[in-house]
């Protein structure tokens, strides 16, 4: 009786190839962009900062200089002396401060009121829910403009004409502010955590402030900043209740800024980069924050 024996195989061979993963692939690898992708961030740049590029370039030219043809494009030498100039024509510095006020006021509101109603609406069990969150949706589909006269009405009626709160009690609340922060709350915040809190002894309040409020806060990161953004540049109701020589916000004093026989452009320019600035220090201080926050709302969910 014979028996065969396989013949010794090499274990090399055998044994499955393994595929060599790009760097930018493996685990807490780095991705890198190609050279088209970085291409294209640079155009979008460039055509994102040209505005602002611009309204500085006019800001520091003579009216005259941007009527010729060709227009400037590079700096010139009248940039603080029309800053200056804009600064004290239109009242810029009390109306910073009451745009600050404004739009300050109707963020934080607008961000506490929409966090509450949007937990009421995400997490709460009550009669008419559905309905009352439809009636939310559909007051954002109603043109703001078809409210200005019965508003117009009431401010006057209450003697508001000329006054901050004139402008501030219209913008406290929002429907989107409510439908946002409603359709992240249903995702980021288990419903685990609120009955946890319930268990511990939690009341409704403590609730909303030691689980919702935490866990809402990169979503009411990005309202505020919306929100804020919003209110400063909001100008027909401002313009309609207030006055360029009483309480103005910046729009309604730029409004104001370089009238007469010959419209004055480079002034004009030189108000509207004052009024753009505050918004670009806002983006520079909180943007990493906000983004931050985003990203780990993110993770967490």
């Given amino acids: 009786m014979t028996t065969t024996l396989n013949p010794p195989t090499d274990a090399a061979a055998t044994e499955p190839k393994r595929v060599r993963r790009p760097k930018s692939a493996r685990a807490g690898g780095q991705l890198h962009a190609g050279p088209i992708a970085y ?3 640079v155009l979008f740049s460039i055509g994102s900062l040209f505005p602002l590029v611009w309204t500085a370039i006019a800001a520091s030219r003579t009216n005259n200089r941007l009527a010729q043809s060709p227009p400037p494009f590079w700096f010139g030498g009248n940039l603080f002396h029309n800053l200056d100039v804009a600064w004290s024509q239109a ?15 109707s963020a934080a509101a607008i961000v506490f009121l929409s ?8 997490k709460l069990r009550f009669r008419g829910r559905n309905i009352l969150m439809l009636i939310v949706i559909g007051t954002m589909m109603v043109p703001p403009q ?4 019965p508003l117009y009405m009431m401010v006057a009626k209450l003697d508001w004409t000329d006054q901050l709160q004139a402008v501030i009690f219209p913008s406290l609340v929002s429907a989107f502010g409510v439908f946002f922060m409603r359709q992240y709350l249903i995702q980021a915040l288990p419903d685990e955590l609120i009955e946890a809190a319930r268990v511990d002894g939690a009341s409704s309040w403590r609730v909303v402030w030691n ?3 935490p866990a809402a806060r990169p979503a009411m ?19 309609l209740v207030l006055t360029q020589t009483g309480n103005p916000t910046v729009q309604v004093a730029l ?6 026989y010959t419209v004055d452009q480079s002034l004009i320019m030189g108000g509207a980069l004052l009024g753009t600035l505050p918004l670009l220090l806002v983006f520079a201080i909180f943007g990493k924050q906000i983004v931050g926050g985003i990203m780990q709302g993110a993770v967490k969910g």
């Fill in 39 to 41: 291409t294209i961030l």
């Fill in 91 to 105: 009242n810029l510095g009390k109306a910073f401060v009451n745009t600050t006020i404004v739009a300050g006021t």
């Fill in 115 to 122: 966090t509450i109603a949007g937990f009421a609406f995400a």
């Fill in 146 to 149: 078809l409210s200005i006269i």
């Fill in 211 to 213: 689980v919702v409020f």
């Fill in 221 to 239: 990161a990005v309202l505020g900043m919306l929100t804020f953004v919003q209110a400063w540049n909001d100008f027909l109701w401002p313009f």
């Fill in 255 to 260: 409004a104001g800024l370089g009238r007469g």
